[in-house]
Every structure is written in structure tokens, then in C-alpha cells.
């Protein structure tokens, strides 16, 4: 396993972490609702084409959190490969559920042949153990369970094979590299048990080294309150928090195919973050992709998926 090298220490106040994170949002209890009936399926015409839409379906532990929207052909229609978007917001999910930030042109892969879902999630506002901000293997594992449910239990005989395709944007860029490089890890297990692996996983502008990502963004006290909960402690250093640090060949498993997207303009998440995770994944034999956009900052990028690009390079897997 590839270590990063040590950053000079930085401190962040955990009144400065509190405040930061009483901005983002209010921590909320690691709450069960209520038991809700399963949402009816409607049906949705988009593009010319129907489907088959459920919308706010919970999943796994069944935290407020815990739901996902979802896609999929009519019934008795072609089973399709599935993509599953993972929204960003610094590793949190805020009550009106980021699911709702699905890229249009990922949407879009609907009429390319694909079913789609997109997920929310536990995340660094809201409290998993006791008073404890839920950190990587808990958020780790909502988004294993949400995939899990979405191939094995959502309409597995609509889904190619369990072909499934992660596609995130930021953190969410972010965690779906860790979900697919993590696929059968005992620290990082599905807390439903349900765990599938995804065919190939695209990050926009997501971080692929913390260390890295915090030497690069000093004094970024919403970083550094993130980054703190997110690793159980503030530790952007642990390797096991990197992608860059979990390309399966060094660790005796098999990760699918990376495919990339980055901005060389991105003052969130510099451009240097793609160049560590293309290095990473050519030593360990993976195959990477890495498309290159100049003069988009970090909320632009969310924007910058060709659809015709990413079904063509999905089909090709």
C-alpha cells in the first residue's frame, strides 16, 4: 500500500469545527422513522420513453437519510445496466435530500440504454454512534446498502447481470471510488449485508487524497470540520481514507475500471487530485480515464458530463 507522505500539522478548533458544521447544517439524531409503505411506482415519460419511477424509496438502517429515487424500465421490458449517481455537499446529506441534485446529462444516460437511480446518505451532520458525526464506514456502508438494494431488491430482473455503474460528484465522487475499491473490505461492509460490485465507477471532481486535498486548502475551516468527522477524528492522513491508497492489486483484490473528470480550474478540488488518483491506478494496472475541462470552477463541474461520452466510454465496460 502506497503511504502519502506526512503534511505539516494543522489546527482546527473544535469550537471553529462546531461552528463551521451549525452552518452546513443541524446535526440531526441518528433517528428510525417510522415504519412508511414502500412508494408506489408511477410512470414517467422523459425523452419519448417511459419508465418505471419510484421516488424517496428508504433502504438499509432506514435513517431520514437513508432513500434513494430510481429509474427503470416497464416491467416485461429489456433489462438494462444500471448507474447510481452519489451526490457531494462535503460528505452530508441536508434534509431536503441532495438525491434532487442529479445532473441532467447523467439522467439523461435514460435514453442511452440505462436504468438510474440516485442516492442519499448518512453523512458528517448527522450523528450514527451516540453523539459521534457518522464517519467514513458508516457513510461507507449507507451507500454499499443503497446499491446492494437498488441490484438485488429493488427489480434485479430489470438490471443487466447486477451491471452496475457508480457515478458521483465530489465527495460524492469521492465515495463512489471508496465504495467500488472498498467491494468486500470487512472494515467497510454493507451494514445491510447487501454488497455488490460496481462494473466501473466515475468521479467528477471528486477528492482522491485527503492528506493531499488539506495541505492544498489551509485555513478551509469547512474542509477541516469535515474532513475531522468524516475520519472519526481529524486524520486526512490515514491512508485508509484515500482512494489513492486503496487500488485493490496492492491489497489483493480487483477494482473496475476509473473513469475521471476534472477541472484545471476547480478551486475546491485541484486539479492535482486526478493527476495522484491516474498515477495510483496506472501502478497498480488499472484501467483510468481522464477527461481534462479548463475554465469550469467546482459547482460548474457538476454540469460538465457529456452524456454521448459517458455511455460510450460505460458501454465499453
Known amino acids: 500500500m502506497r503511504r502519502p507522505q506526512r503534511v505539516a500539522h494543522r489546527t482546527v478548533t473544535r469550537v471553529s469545527i462546531l461552528a463551521i458544521l451549525s452552518a452546513l447544517a443541524v446535526v440531526a439524531p441518528a433517528c428510525t422513522p417510522p415504519d412508511t409503505p414502500t412508494p408506489a411506482p408511477v410512470i414517467e415519460v422523459y425523452g419519448g420513453q417511459s419508465f418505471e419511477f419510484r421516488e424517496g424509496v428508504r433502504y438499509g438502517a432506514q435513517a431520514v437519510q437513508n432513500k434513494y429515487d430510481v429509474w427503470l424500465p416497464l416491467a416485461g421490458a429489456p433489462a438494462r445496466p444500471l448507474v447510481v449517481f452519489i451526490h457531494g455537499g462535503f460528505w452530508a446529506t441536508q434534509d431536503g435530500g441532495d438525491r434532487k441534485t442529479l445532473p441532467p446529462q447523467v439522467k439523461a444516460l435514460l435514453l442511452s440504454g440505462y436504468a438510474v ?157 486526478a493527476t495522484r488518483m491516474v498515477s495510483a491506478a496506472n501502478s497498480a494496472g488499472i484501467p483510468v480515464t481522464l477527461t481534462t475541462v479548463g475554465g469550469v470552477n467546482h459547482d460548474g463541474m457538476r454540469l460538465q458530463v457529456n452524456t454521448a461520452n459517458l455511455a460510450t466510454w460505460l458501454a465499453a465496460h
Open 117 to 273: 437511480a440516485s442516492i442519499d446518505y448518512r453523512g458528517v451532520t448527522q450523528t450514527c454512534y451516540a453523539s459521534t458525526p457518522c464517519s467514513q464506514p458508516a457513510i461507507l456502508g449507507d451507500v454499499k446498502d443503497a446499491i446492494g438494494q437498488l441490484a438485488y431488491n429493488e427489480a434485479p430482473s430489470r438490471v443487466i447481470n447486477n451491471k452496475v455503474h457508480l457515478v458521483g460528484f465530489s465527495a460524492g465522487g469521492h465515495l463512489a471510488l471508496m465504495a467500488a475499491m472498498t467491494f468486500g473490505d470487512p472494515g467497510y461492509p454493507s451494514g445491510s449485508g447487501l454488497e455488490v460490485r460496481p462494473t466501473t465507477v466515475t468521479s467528477i471532481a471528486g477528492p482522491t487524497d485527503l492528506e493531499q486535498l488539506w495541505a492544498d486548502s489551509p485555513g478551509n475551516l469547512l474542509l477541516g470540520a469535515a474532513l475531522t468527522n468524516y475520519g472519526g477524528g481529524y486524520q486526512p492522513n490515514n491512508p485508509v481514507h484515500s482512494p489513492v491508497s486503496q487500488t485493490a492489486p496492492n491489497l489483493g483484490r480487483t477494482d473496475p475500471p476509473i473513469n475521471l473528470l476534472y477541472g484545471t480550474n476547480d478551486e475546491l478540488v485541484p486539479y492535482n487530485q
